[in-house]
């Protein structure tokens, strides 16, 4: 592909991705306050910008098989873990920002048990079978993320059971 319109194909993933994330947030804020229509549209506009995030990566050929994908998920966590986190919560300290270092410690944590559940997650695939079967929750205030029994409170945050979603 040529350079120019692969860097355009890139912008616009990231673009409608963000915007796919920031709809869904809109969606819940008007579930919130009983706008329920209004979060269905803003659902609705989220699914598509989706659809288009979707066909641009794999315009970009980025869309490989199980093992690969893994891969490319592993090495944004690490990244994240060794690299982008402690540098953002290094300058959110030094500049005071209390609200950033809380954002950047919660998304730290989650990263590397994401890092771990992923290399074991690839191993499987790569052994040809598929992944565990049990249950997964997710802290919906931090993101801390558990494959087993809910915790009664979350390590990180220190919220109760209730915050957990299952998947
Ligand atoms: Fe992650
Ligand atoms: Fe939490």
Do not use: W
């Amino acid at each position: 592909m040529r350079k120019m319109t692969e860097s355009h194909l890139a912008a616009a993933f990231a673009g409608e991705s963000q915007a796919h994330m920031r709809y869904l947030i809109f969606a819940q804020k008007a579930q919130e306050e009983g706008k329920s229509n209004l979060a269905r549209l803003f659902e609705a506009i989220a699914f598509a910008e989706r659809v288009h995030a979707t066909n641009h990566y794999r315009t970009l050929g980025n869309i490989k098989g199980n093992d690969e994908n893994l891969g490319v998920a592993i090495g944004g966590e690490i990244y994240e873990i060794e690299e982008m986190y402690p540098a953002y919560s290094d300058v959110a300290r030094t500049q005071g920002e209390r609200g950033a270092q809380l954002s950047f410690h919660y998304a730290l944590s989650a990263e590397k048990i994401h890092a771990q559940v992923y290399t074991q997650a690839q191993e499987a695939i790569r052994g040809g079978g598929d992944v565990p079967g049990g249950s997964i929750f997710i802290c919906s205030v931090c993101g801390h993320t558990v494959l087993g029994d809910v915790p009664e409170k979350c390590p990180v945050c220190g919220k109760g059971r209730e915050t957990f979603r299952q998947f």
